[in-house]
């Protein structure tokens, strides 16, 4: 499969949203708490975009949107601390290495812009990504770290990079 990844641009908010979308139906998790209301999700790039200390890819396969992951300074979390955010597949992007590419990016540009921490927020319907995660050296926390406003996320991870 010819997959790479780039930065994301303001063409990519709606197919993006309807990943993120799709994928949270197809997990059972489209709850309120979740990026599924978040009103952010239709707008992306915008929040990215204007946060120097944040990071957005987007991952395309043969032309077509496949998916994306983002490192954030999300408020609320400690100095040298960001989280990993909104990691979403298509459903015919999984299981390809694709999820692992974009976590390597993300901690990349998250070294780069001067963290020493990553965290993240997930759900246990999403058992595979936490294995994912597990694999990457992220240690299970035992309640959350800053406001990401996402309630309904029961599990939380840190990585020290």
Not at 9 to 32: C, H, W
Not at 42 to 58: A, E, R
Not at 71 to 83: A, N, R
Request: charged share 25%.
């Amino acid at each position: 499969m010819d997959i790479f990844t780039r930065n994301i641009v303001s063409s990519d908010n709606a197919t993006l949203a309807n990943i993120i979308r799709r994928s949270m139906e197809e997990f059972g998790v489209n709850k309120p708490g979740t990026v599924y209301f978040d009103e952010t999700t239709d707008h992306l790039s915008d929040v990215f975009q204007s946060n120097p200390k944040s990071k957005y890819f987007i991952a395309e396969s043969h032309g077509k949107i496949v998916g994306g992951a983002g490192i954030y300074p999300t408020k609320g979390l400690p100095d040298g601390v960001c989280e990993l955010v909104k990691m979403y597949l298509s459903k015919e992007a999984r299981g390809l290495g694709l999820g692992r590419m974009l976590i390597e990016k993300c901690i990349d540009s998250a070294k780069q812009l001067g963290y020493t921490k990553i965290y993240l927020e997930s759900m246990p319907e999403l058992k595979k990504a936490l294995s994912v995660y597990e694999k990457f050296g992220f240690t299970y926390l035992d309640g959350p770290m800053g406001d990401s406003g996402h309630g309904y996320c029961a599990i939380w991870m840190l990585k020290e990079i």
